[in-house]
């Protein structure tokens, strides 16, 4: 910070303390010697302990909020959640129409009831970034203007540099979790290694980015996860689609083409296309691998997919009298979260593989007449496990067809009166069902 600016920040701290520090401290000038402004401060312990607070409050506060903006994944965060740690995210589908029937009288008192899907989400980020500053340190500070400047940079880039690399880190690991969990659609292709395997993969991206843009439910997690009812349609308006790209493998592929994918010009290319490092996330403490993203080349999503509130961001502190110091806390409180009802498609070279471990029809028995089809459903636990699911039946008397879209669901037919069964396997794991059907 330049001395002009200290002494503009400093005469606006001035305006804003109390009567004592206004009457003791003098306003400052350009000509105004740094000693003239340190003397009443460094006399008096209230005036010192005044001025300390309104120096990180304000001034080391107010850089660090600007910096801040500097984080390239910004753009992703969503609105604040100013209050609770648990937020309800709620999504309509689109109601399915239904033909016209002049004799329909009946379905005048008919209820209609919209079909409300709900994800809860929670605060999961709370974290405090301390500095302490000890008197004789902010001494030595006081000896030049310039001194004084770099001791301010110093305290908010000890807070913005820990608050940023945790915001980014979590940031990319709302992908690296929705991609583990498998709890996000994944594309798999290969890594582009060569011109035809980079064109390859810039025609998959396209392909998703003009696919997101029509209603469809293909591209959310709802289903995929076990989501109730029936599956989400939704798009997503092609200025909120983002694609997050490792640098490697943005390297390989032509600049040029990756505009013409995505219908854009090559000086707006880094707005929506994000390239980063890499999908792992180590702990900063011990650089130890925590999850492994190895396998994600990049994920192509509706900006809605990411679920990043801010609730509270303050300022805490605390006088040591023993050692002459005060302890600064910077305390940032944020739910970095995905959501099941945007579009998004992870990129990746291989799907994980989660075991599904219990299985369970939603109903014991069914019974259904002659003619007559019905669908129904396995629950599987976990609900992200992804063992291929089969269904076998040894009885003639009704057909069974799995559903191509969701393996967890599949319609049985009736063909002629009489009981039986339908196994569900996943791996080592069955569960049976009792068909009934009747004339």
Known sequence: MSKKGLIESFNALREEGSIDFQKNVPELTEDSNIEVFVTPLLQYPKL?????????????????????????????????????????????????????????????LKKYEADVKVQYQGINFDKQYIVTVIRTKLKQAFTTWDSLGEFITQMTQSLYNGFYIDEFNNTKAIVTRAYLSNAVQIEVCQKPTTTNLAKAFVKLARNLYLNFQVPSHKYNAWSKVGGYGRAIETLTDPDDIYFLVRNDIRTEIDVEQLASAFNISKTDLMGRIIPIDDFNIY???????????????????????????????????????????IQYYLNEIKMFNYSFFANAVVLASAIPDIAITNLEFKEQTVTLKVGETKEVSVIPTPNNGNTPITFSTTSELFTVTQDADNPRKFVIEGIEAGTGTITATAGNVTTTLNVTIEE
């Open 48 to 108: 010192y302990n005044e001025f300390c607070d309104m120096l990180v409050q304000k001034l080391v506060y107010t850089q660090f909020l600007t910096k801040k903006m500097k984080n390239p994944l910004k753009v992703l965060e969503g609105d604040k959640m100013p209050l609770g740690y648990i937020g309800e995210e709620i999504y309509v589908n689109p109601a399915i129409g239904r033909d016209y029937d002049i004799d329909d009288f009946a379905g005048l």
């Open 283 to 325: 702990d900063r403490k011990t650089g130890k691998l925590m999850l492994d993203g190895s396998n994600i080349h990049a994920i192509i999503c509706d900006k809605a997919w990411f679920r990043i509130k801010p609730q509270d961001e303050f300022m805490d502190d605390f006088k040591n009298a023993n050692n002459r110091s």
